[in-house]
Structures are given as structure tokens and as C-alpha cells.
């Protein structure tokens, strides 16, 4: 797996019910609120629909973002199939069992529909291997509409 290291904390995000999109949109917000830029990197299908998405996720408001192939530089959160950072992110959301090379991120965010046995299987490799390499790695599960902290559970 590319750059598990120690560098990045890592944290896992275990979807059970809704969409990626909505589940994500109040990540990116947080990360916005406390200044951080950020990557998404997943499928260009995934891309495509964040960002129709992140334009409308809430009614008062948008998450300001932009493509890769825009002026990606200048943008807040940047949308991408590549796990690359041309706008200094310093978090990477990874989407789709998508990876990142953790010697640019201090934060990896791995979001993971539960149901997706390929993304879950890819999810629990990360985990391991951040652990492995003796890395901080923290486990979310969706509970009541928000996110609790989990000890994951033994493979």
C-alpha cells in the first residue's frame, strides 16, 4: 500500500446508511471551518457527482470547491482521481479504496460505504497497515445521524 506511514493520522469513516455525498459534505465543513485544505480523491464518477453535490448539499449554503483540472491551486477542497495536492492540502478524503501517499497529508480520511465489500476490504488493509507502521488510525461508525468512535472489530 503506497506511504502508510506514521506521518498522517488516519482516520476511518464507516458509512451504514445515506449517501457518500451527504455523508462527506459535514467532513469537508469542518475541515473548512478550521482552515484546512483538502483533497477528495475517488473515481471519476465519484468526482463528477461531489461536484454537482457539493454545490447544493445544503439549502443556506455550498461548499466551495473545484476540479483538478481547474485552477486547482487557488481551490479550498479539490476534487480529484489523484491523491496529489496542488492546493497544499494537508488532508487527503479518500473515497472509492482510493490511497495516498501519507508523507504530503497530516489527516487521511477514509470514507467507506459498509456495504461495499470491496471498499471495506480495502479499508480494513489501510487500517492495518497504518497501525503496522505505527501510525494513529481511529475507527467512526454512523450512529444517529452523527459519528461514534468504534474500536474496530478483530479479523
Not at 97 to 117: C, I, K, L, P, Y
Request: proline share 3%; with cysteine.
Amino acid at each position: 500500500m503506497a506511504g502508510a506511514g506514521a506521518a498522517a493520522e488516519w482516520w476511518f469513516y464507516h458509512i451504514e446508511q445515506g449517501s457518500i455525498d451527504a455523508a462527506i459534505a459535514p467532513l469537508i465543513e469542518k475541515c473548512l471551518e478550521r482552515k484546512w485544505r483538502v483533497v477528495v480523491v475517488g473515481h471519476e464518477e465519484t468526482v463528477d457527482r461531489l461536484d454537482r453535490s457539493l454545490w447544493t448539499w445544503k439549502d443556506e449554503s455550498f461548499l466551495p470547491h473545484g476540479r483538478a483540472r481547474s485552477d486547482a491551486a487557488n481551490q479550498p477542497v479539490l476534487l480529484s482521481t489523484e491523491a496529489v495536492a496542488p492546493n497544499g492540502a494537508k488532508v487527503a478524503l479518500l473515497l472509492d479504496g482510493s490511497d495516498a501517499d501519507t508523507e504530503q497529508f497530516e489527516r487521511v480520511m477514509v470514507v467507506f460505504d459498509g456495504e461495499d465489500e470491496t471498499a471495506r476490504a480495502k479499508a480494513r488493509q489501510q487500517f492495518k497497515s497504518a497501525l503496522d507502521a505505527g501510525g494513529n488510525a481511529r475507527y467512526f461508525q454512523q450512529d444517529r445521524g452523527g459519528w461514534a468512535e468504534k474500536t474496530p472489530k478483530k479479523q
